[in-house]
């Protein structure tokens, strides 16, 4: 079965600090990976995806991910955060051709500025 | 496009209850999926509707039930509603066998008093 662990519950930055947030997967075969941002009172919204070729990814708002196979990781960075990052933000994998995301718990972004 | 809608939004039921959510799935989607999100966790898999099967479960009791329409559309059903079915349920659309992404709507929250 697949599992995906988030490192940190909570994070709190200060604004133009660097952000980086962990994400390890378990899970033997080949995988999509995803980051997936809630702002308050809003919707899941896809910040970036990994389905094959370079392992860096690069998404919305600045934001990109390392795909690191090795290590069954797919870590979330950012420069530079700003207070509009506030936000929960959530790694998830699904199976080559499978039919669901496995939601890692989830981190809680807060920014002050 | 349009994306995701669910209906209601908000909901209160009593313990024993059924109660039926609804979502209309983003246009040139034909695959719906639904999602509990409980407080302080990251959503988990219910089920996916495809052609109007149901195409995979997670780990969920039978009282959990749903449907989709011709349309693509999409309900899921709760029986025998309990204290800890008290979450907020995401739907989320995407095409078969895509895997380009899941596009979610904004979620019912449901309370079961």
């Known amino acids: 079965a697949q599992s995906v662990s988030q490192h940190n519950h909570h994070v709190i930055l200060s604004e133009a600090a660097s952000l980086e947030l962990g994400c390890n997967y378990s899970?033997?075969?080949?995988?999509?990976l995803f980051w997936y941002v809630q702002y308050p009172g809003q919707h899941l919204q896809l910040l970036l995806k990994?389905?094959?070729?370079?392992?860096l990814v690069k998404g919305i708002k600045g934001f990109e991910a390392e795909f690191i196979k090795s290590k069954f990781s797919f870590n979330l960075r950012k420069p530079s955060v700003q207070w509009s990052d506030t936000a929960e933000y959530f790694c998830?994998?699904?199976?080559?051709?499978?039919?669901?995301?496995?939601f890692g718990a989830g981190t809680i972004l807060r920014v002050k500025s | 496009e349009t994306g995701v809608t669910q209906s209601p939004t908000h909901l209160i039921k009593t313990r024993g209850q059924q109660v039926t959510l609804r979502c209309s799935s983003q246009?040139?989607?034909?695959?719906v999926s639904w999602y509990q999100q409980a407080l302080g966790q990251g959503p988990q898999f219910i089920f996916q509707?495809?052609?109007?099967?149901?195409?995979g479960r997670g780990n969920f009791p039978p009282r959990f039930s749903g449907l989709q329409f011709p349309n693509y559309s999409s309900e899921l059903n709760v029986n025998a509603l309990e204290l800890d079915d008290s979450a907020l349920y995401l739907c989320?659309?995407?095409?078969?066998?895509?895997?380009?992404?899941?596009?979610f709507g904004s979620g019912t929250r449901l309370t079961v008093v």
């Open positions: 246009s040139g989607h034909n695959t």
């Open positions: 509707y495809y052609r109007e099967e149901e195409n």
């Open positions: 998830a994998v699904n199976a080559l051709y499978g039919n669901k995301l496995v």
């Open positions: 990994y389905f094959s070729g370079d392992p």
């Open positions: 989320a659309s995407s095409n078969h066998g895509a895997n380009y992404g899941y596009t």
């Open positions: 899970y033997g075969g080949t995988v999509n």
